[in-house]
């Protein structure tokens, strides 16, 4: 079990190393308001995402190819197929880069997907990739002290609420999950692997309820809130349909 541990500790650094420069820009951001997540879903994407759609639409009708940045078929979905951004902009397909990019300070990556057929600009949330990404170092280090995950109950067959409450007893302070969807605060969950993710199984009830969606068993009605925002479900793990509810699962192979 350590051997795994330790494999699974190894293949986080990159990500941890990656955002380590936003964690520093949001800091004081977080001090000076309880919900950072609040303002990016308030945020309007609407400009930014259009000035980027029609930036790719041009470049690949140009060159034949999109201007992403390359990433191995083990990044996620929904964190996958980035835009390059200074790209765009050294070759003028873009007049500037949007405030609300990352690469101009903003909380936000910009995502194609749909890639090979009808290519789309997403939003992915870095607050969100930030809060998961701590909380997955809080609780590698339960890990370490402890020999066991920090879980509570059994909420979707093989994956758990994590314990908050015993990482903060630790003397962890873990910060709420506001959804980019609603603003409702989402649960942090964890995989028997110890891998931790939000779960918006609440955004997707509230989403198939309103827009009275009949999903199909087999599919992952993540794409649901996809297609009806400019938020991509970042940090998930997939979720079928059954009983009439979402349900978190490992993998749909």
């Known amino acids: 079990m ?12 990159f990500l941890c190393a990656v955002i380590a420069a ?12 309880g919900s950072s997540n609040k303002e990016a879903w308030a945020t309007n994407y609407d400009g930014s995402v259009s000035r980027v ?35 765009l902009e ?14 101009k300070g903003g909380s936000a990556y910009f995502l194609v997907q749909n890639e090979e057929v009808d290519p789309v600009i997403k939003v992915m949330d870095l607050i969100t990739v930030q809060k998961v990404t701590l909380v997955q170092r809080l609780v590698d280090s339960y890990y370490a002290s402890h020999g066991t995950w920090p879980v509570k109950e059994e ?4 994956i758990h609420l994590v314990d908050i409450e015993a990482i903060q007893n630790s003397g962890n302070r873990v910060e709420d999950l506001a959804s980019v969807y609603s603003g409702e605060i989402l649960p942090y969950i964890i995989d028997p692997e110890g891998t931790v993710y939000a779960d918006y199984a609440f955004d997707i009830m509230q989403l198939i309820d309103r827009k009275k969606i009949s999903p199909k068993s087999s599919e992952d009605v993540r794409k649901y809130l996809t297609e009806e925002s400019h938020f991509v479900p970042v940090k998930s793990l997939p979720y079928t349909w059954d009983g009439g509810q979402p349900i978190a699962v490992p993998s749909l192979s």
Do not use: H, W
């Not at 909420?155 to 093989?158: A, R």
């Open 155 to 158: 909420i979707y067959p093989n």
């Open 22 to 33: 936003f964690m520093l820009l949001l800091s004081g951001c977080m001090q000076s308001s």
């Open 2 to 13: 350590r051997e795994i541990y330790g494999n699974i500790r190894k293949q986080r650094v």
């Open 90 to 103: 050294r070759e003028g397909y873009i007049d500037d880069i949007p405030k609300t990019a990352f690469e």
């Open 53 to 87: 759609q029609n930036a790719i639409d041009a470049f690949q009708d140009s060159k034949g190819v999109l201007p992403i940045v390359t990433a191995g078929a083990e990044v996620p979905i929904y964190e996958k197929f980035r835009v390059d951004m200074s790209k």
